[in-house]
């Protein structure tokens, strides 16, 4: 079974930073995609940003510059620099493509959520 573990969140004041991290667990043997997504109460859950294999990345446009996200094998971590009230959100880890040794597929697994609250 695969699983993906969030830590990171917290408070921190405007202009802050927070470093969130997320780590697959599991017997894997590869994930084509992996990514940050928030979401906030009444809305969609929304893609923050993402990487691939080939460590291309996607960001959305309002983190663009301020956040960075990276990749080591399974883990993937999401730098978040400059922070604004806007950002406060629960923040949700994505794994898309996952073959396991045993070569079982998944084609997405999420995480739990780690809130992120961006307050003076």
């Known amino acids: 079974q695969v699983q993906l573990v969030e830590s990171g969140g917290g408070l921190v004041q405007p202009g802050g930073s927070l470093r969130l991290s997320c780590a697959a667990s599991?017997?894997?043997?590869?994930?084509?995609?992996m990514g940050w997504y928030r979401q906030a109460p009444g809305k969609q859950r929304e893609l923050v940003a993402t990487i691939n294999t080939g460590y291309g990345t996607n960001y959305k446009d309002s983190v663009r510059g301020r956040f960075t996200i990276s990749r080591d094998k399974n883990t993937v971590i999401l730098q978040m620099n400059f922070l604004k009230p806007e950002d406060t959100d629960v923040y949700f880890c994505k794994a898309v493509d996952i073959v396991t040794t045993g070569g079982l597929r998944y084609l997405e697994v999420w995480g739990q959520g780690t809130l992120v609250t961006v307050s003076s």
């Open positions: 599991g017997s894997i043997s590869s994930i084509a995609v």
